[in-house]
């Protein structure tokens, strides 16, 4: 390298530390080129030749740093496809020109100001987005607010229609017992049991398939006995049985036991496979067989009818879905709410058919047993405070509670329950969930301060109850649904004025 200038010397040793390539330029003060100096012997740019003037696009940058004191740069100058910083360094008397090659930065940082420029964007379109989500997020939100209403008011709207339903089915059935302990030798009591029963079904068939199989609706263990159930649907379906001209034959094993588990939800089951079996036998044998073993309920439901293909099995169990001859009645759900019930009762439902055979329906439900005690049912005696806002269910009760010997008080409302608890001394209060002008729960808890050792019964129509472990705590011995069983209701009064513990939980 040729000799430069100590100025330029020095500043070319330092920025060779950062510089790969480079050209030193000194100049006299005429801008004539007295010597050019290269990094690298392969770099060069056109017009830097000793002894010639300096280019004029060089010769400009000269003349804007003349006044400068101190070493002035231009970066990112494009001098012959490469871009260059260009440091002057220079007084009166000469001036050093110092090219260095900055292509690979340039590049570089219009690469950085692209990605720079992209995020920019990107924060705006994300920006954007997040504006946009935050909208859509509101409106899931509004709208999942108005579905939880909805859905609310559906479920009361549900709940409402099974208790206006249930009360007066409840009633039908509690005067038929009525009407038959006072005629032993009439069948007319029973043909209307036999109504009310299949009414009730499908009712309860409508409101689950409304439900939509949720499982909102809570189940009512209680103990009964599997004798007496077996008993009342053989009475129920052999007056069809004789009429269509099959066999029909129900059996229970073991005789004596009582079985814990829904009674209503039971029947209901039962109501339609067996409803079902003789709506498609024309001839033969409808059978019903309960056995109970290991905690489990074991039913089968067989008939000689005309059977379903094997491509058919899942199908039947589709809502409003009816396969082969549509000449049958039926709206088509019994199956679809019977495997529903099944499933959130625990068990489980299996179908074995040949197609002019038969089916046969098998069921298992968990379900405890106890033996049946034998003798009599232990006397009653005492006040009962009855609140129901359907006074002929209130009618019916203070008939049968009555006869059992209890003193029955009844009250239509809540306001008149106050009352008359005030003024009378009733241990016992069995009170509807729904009154016209108040909750039956809150109404018992109001009464449950005012005497602590109350007893309650709680009854609905709704087939849905919702009572914390706190409220069942404190003095609720159970729950039981309309249409209520007579037996099932003499107990839990016997054993509230015993002082026994619920066996109920909530």
Not at 55 to 74: G, H, I, K, R, Y
Not at 380 to 388: I, K, P
Request: net charge negative.
């Amino acid at each position: 390298m040729k000799r430069v200038s100590r100025r330029a010397a020095h500043y070319i040793r330092d920025e060779l530390l950062k510089r790969e390539r480079f050209i030193v330029i000194a100049l006299n003060s005429g801008h004539k080129i007295v010597s050019v100096n290269r990094s690298d012997p392969d770099w060069n740019l056109p017009g830097l030749i000793r002894g010639s003037v300096l280019p004029d696009s060089l010769v400009s940058l000269l003349d804007a740093a003349s006044d400068a004191s101190e070493p002035t740069v231009f970066p990112y100058v494009e001098l012959n496809d490469f871009f260059v910083d260009i440091h002057v360094l220079g007084d009166r008397e000469s001036a050093d020109l110092v090219i260095h090659d900055v292509s690979t930065d340039h590049h570089n940082e219009q690469i950085l100001q692209q990605r720079a420029h992209e995020n920019s964007l990107l924060s705006e379109q994300r920006a954007a987005l997040n504006s946009e989500l935050t909208e859509l997020n509101q409106e899931l939100f509004l709208r999942r607010r108005q579905a939880e209403k909805a859905s609310a008011a559906k479920s009361r709207f549900i709940a409402s229609m099974s208790h206006e339903f249930r009360s007066p089915i409840a009633s039908i059935m509690g005067y038929a017992d009525l009407l038959q302990t006072e005629l032993p030798d009439s069948n007319n009591p029973q043909a209307l049991q036999r109504a009310s029963w299949h009414l009730l079904t499908l009712v309860e068939n409508l409101l689950e398939q409304a439900r939509e199989g949720k499982e909102n609706i809570s189940l009512n263990p209680t103990r009964f006995s599997l004798d007496r159930l077996a008993g009342d649907i053989e009475a129920l379906f052999r007056p069809q049985s004789t009429t269509k001209g099959l066999a029909f034959e129900v059996k229970s094993s073991p005789v004596g036991i009582e079985v814990e588990c829904d009674e209503l939800r039971l029947r209901q089951i039962l109501i339609n496979l067996v409803s079902n079996a003789l709506r498609y036998t024309r001839q033969g044998l409808v059978s019903v067989h309960f056995i109970h073993r290991d905690d489990n309920l074991y039913i089968r439901v067989r008939d000689s009818g005309r059977g379903i293909a094997a491509g058919d099995i899942d199908r039947i169990f589709e809502a409003f879905t009816r396969v082969g001859e549509d000449t049958t009645s039926g709206a088509g759900l019994g199956l679809t709410i019977s495997r529903q019930l099944i499933n959130r009762m625990g068990g489980h439902l299996k179908v074995e058919s040949e197609p002019d055979v038969g089916s046969e329906f098998r069921v298992v439900i968990p379900c405890p047993s106890t033996q049946a005690k034998p003798g009599e049912m232990p006397s009653l005696s005492g006040t009962v405070l009855w609140v129901d806002d359907d006074p002929d269910i209130l009618s019916l009760y203070q008939v049968i509670l009555e006869n059992w010997g209890l003193r029955v008080i009844t009250a239509s409302s809540v306001a008149q329950a106050r009352d008359l608890f005030n003024s009378n001394d009733c241990p016992l209060v069995v009170t509807d969930i729904h009154l016209m002008d108040g909750n039956g729960v809150e109404l018992f808890s109001h009464l449950k301060v005012q005497r602590p050792d109350i007893m309650g019964i709680v009854i609905s129509g709704s087939g849905v109850v919702d009572l914390t472990e706190e409220v069942a705590g404190e003095g609720i011995r159970t729950f039981l649904q309309k249409p209520i069983d007579a037996e099932v209701l003499y107990k839990e009064i016997a054993a509230a004025f015993a002082g026994d513990q619920p066996e109920h939980t909530f």
